[in-house]
């Protein structure tokens, strides 16, 4: 769910402000004038955590929920908020044509956000040098890339989960060890190195604090692309404020807190694996049963910023992300019927040609 973009009337001539990644203030594009951040009335929370178990029993106070009016893509099923004065406008996901139609979400309010540091000049360039990398393209794809063709900066949600774990296990520790054996090798006796492992019981407690792990809120992007945008410099999350949403979008999630937490659970039970297995040490590791506690567990409703461009291409849709800080491209891609074909009959013609030259050299 997209939500409508956040407007700051300009103090000295009244239009909007937007949020400007170069120096991270509230920059008015009409009469050039400037504002720092938390200057205004708006004001920002604390970047603190949530109990979770207080969220689940949805007994978070009515200051951590916000309501808002949204309408669904019926291409790729995104839930998009527009200004109520907007009757048709474009999916932000994935360039399909959508008309509005109103209805309630009620969900938490985010509590930090990572603010754009690339314009969208910056992510055109990424965008553009990712996608002249691309062999097999279509020319209308590079096209597009030269054209310009406007990108929408949207921060995606992400929770982020904080928990303390002490887990026991029981298991088995490897140790290799080497058997000499004879054996007829092209009708000789040779002696060859035989590998085999020892075991022994082993058990014990391995603990771990998890800060910051980071579950995807969103459905409208496939996980792959938002998993490849990675790594995210979360130390530099600030205490959310609408400000920085001055100019962009800001997509609400639509993966629940509970589907969330399961994500990072799961995430938590392979790191956990990977230290029962250092505990257990040796050469190689058996693991028969983990029991683990998991305690204060808190969250964390953020939001993450990403640049977005939807191409269409007979008929298909490709969508390009760029992430707002680092720059990291990652999206779908076209493929020329016509560049493929012409370079596999390229690649005919100079295998016949070496095959010619071979067979003619043996003449």
Avoid at 114 to 124: G, I, K, Q
Avoid at 280 to 285: A, L, S
Avoid at 288 to 296: G, I, L, Q, S
Avoid at 337 to 346: E, H, S, Y
Wanted: charged residues 25%; neutral net charge; aromatic residues 10%.
């Amino acid at each position: 769910m997209a939500k409508v973009e956040h407007r700051f009337p300009c103090e000295q001539c009244g239009a909007d402000y937007r949020f400007n990644p170069d120096d991270g203030t509230l920059t008015c594009d009409h009469c050039g004038h400037s504002e720092a951040i938390g200057a205004g009335p708006w004001g920002g929370a604390s970047l603190r955590e949530l109990d979770f178990d207080t969220a689940i029993a949805d007994r978070l106070p009515d200051s951590e929920i916000e309501e808002t009016r949204v309408l669904t893509c019926p291409n790729c099923a995104a839930q998009v908020e527009f200004d109520p004065n907007t009757h048709a406008a474009e999916c932000p996901f994935c360039a399909t044509p959508v008309v509005t139609d109103t209805g309630v979400s009620r969900h938490i309010k985010p509590r930090g956000v990572l603010p754009f540091a690339l314009d969208e000049r910056s992510a055109h360039q990424a965008m553009g040098d990712w996608l002249g990398r691309l062999w097999f393209a279509p020319n209308g794809l590079k096209e597009y890339a030269r054209k310009g063709r406007k990108m929408q900066g949207i921060y995606v949600p992400y929770w982020t989960f904080d928990a303390d774990t002490k887990s026991s296990y029981r298991g088995e520790r490897g140790v290799v060890y080497y058997e000499t054996r004879t054996v007829m090798r092209d009708g000789k006796r040779v002696q060859q190195q035989v590998p085999k492992v020892r075991w022994s019981p082993k058990s014990g407690r391995v603990a771990r604090f998890f800060d910051d792990v980071l579950v995807l809120a969103s459905q409208s992007l496939p996980k792959s692309y938002t998993d490849a945008l990675e790594p995210w410099d979360l130390p530099a999350l600030e205490p959310y404020q609408p400000e920085y949403l001055a100019g962009f979008r800001a997509e609400a999630y639509t993966v629940e807190l509970q589907e969330g937490y399961q994500e990072a659970r799961g995430h938590m039970a392979r790191v956990i694996e990977r230290d029962v297995r250092f505990d257990i040490g040796g050469d190689r590791q058996r693991i028969h049963a983990v029991d683990t506690e998991v305690r204060d567990v808190t969250f964390k409703h953020i939001l993450l910023p990403v640049w977005m461009a939807a191409y269409k291409y007979r008929g298909e849709t490709y969508r390009f992300v760029v992430n707002g800080r680092t720059g990291r491209v990652q999206g779908e891609r076209p493929w020329s019927a016509i560049k493929i074909t012409i370079a596999v009959v390229l690649g005919l013609l100079v295998a016949a040609g070496v095959g010619y030259l071979v067979a003619t050299g043996q003449q």
